[in-house]
């Protein structure tokens, strides 16, 4: 599941409001920083649906929290969820698509976009080996 948040795949088309720029922003503004998002909604969404322990939930969580740390940092590289528990947590957020929407841009500027479409195994392998090596050099 690779993310770039700087493309625009004609594959997805959404509407935005007319003041929401999915595209990064040129320029610079006060954003939050992934501890600042309210998730709650999305863990008790995926306890209710996906039977997970809130324990769990919340791991997930921190995990994705960290994941959006990352893409803030490094906004031009292609970061991969490294569990599954993480990319479930992502999804539910998507889900969420207004709060979705607004986090996104309050965080980065811009709409994150999820593809799905990793060509092959070994493909998502490498990336999340990729992604990984990110988040140990930056201490995420």
Known sequence: MFC????WNSHYTSRFPDDFDHRASTTPKKRIVPEDIDLE??????????????????????EYRYFLALIRRHSTAKAVPW???LDTFWHYHILDTQKYAADCKALFGYYLHHDPHIKNMAEHK????????LREANNV
């Open 126 to 133: 490498a990336a999340v080996r990729k992604t990984l090596k």
């Open 4 to 7: 770039n948040p700087r493309s």
């Open 83 to 85: 569990n599954n528990d």
């Open 41 to 62: 909604s999305v863990v008790k969404e995926i306890v209710k649906k996906e039977r997970w322990k809130t324990a769990r939930a919340k791991r997930a969580e921190k």
